[in-house]
């Protein structure tokens, strides 16, 4: 395996991982984890999820995002929904001097994030989560975890 370092540490995975509690400032802001800033100074797009959760992407993997739910021809109303319900409530953010990202306060509403929030990775991007729903979404997902575990005949850690 090749070593590739970030910030003079290596790096043994390149995408987000980790649940990281921060706090929505008076202005709609919150702090990104400081492990992943440098990956996101390009600016950052925050976009409605299926989930009542943020999705939180770096610009440059919101293109293959964009790619993958609005492919297929503009004449199918799928794919027209689709593409109004991801692009026509993003929003493009650029990180402030103190790490932080604007949450606009329509997303913000439509999340249900009021104060505390933990900032989720997965992977290719982050989730905005209320602090206050993060635990029964984390269990949710231990329990699919264990799930695809024993389908797979793995034993569950």
């Excluded at 989930?51 to 993997?61: I, M, R």
């Excluded at 932080?100 to 982050?126: C, D, F, M, N, Q």
Aim: aromatic share 6%; hydrophobic share 40%; proline share 6%.
């Amino acid at each position: 395996m090749e070593e590739r370092w970030r910030d003079g540490e290596a790096i043994v995975y390149d995408g987000f991982l980790g649940a990281h509690r921060h706090i929505v400032d008076a202005k709609g802001r919150v702090v990104m984890p400081a492990k992943y800033r440098a990956r996101l100074e390009r600016g950052v797009v925050v976009t409605p999820s299926p989930d009542p959760c943020l999705h939180v992407y770096p610009v440059d993997h919101f293109e293959r995002e964009v790619a993958e739910l609005v492919n297929g021809p503009r004449s199918n109303p799928a794919t027209r929904a689709r593409a109004r319900a991801l692009l026509g409530a993003a929003s493009d953010e650029a990180l402030d001097g103190q790490g932080r990202i604007k949450l606009p306060a329509g997303l913000r509403t439509r999340a249900g994030l009021e104060r505390e929030v933990v900032v989720v990775g997965v992977g290719s991007y982050l989730e905005v989560w209320d602090a206050v729903a993060w635990p029964g979404e984390e269990a949710r997902a231990d329990a699919a975890l264990k799930e695809h575990h024993a389908i797979v005949g793995e034993e569950a850690h």
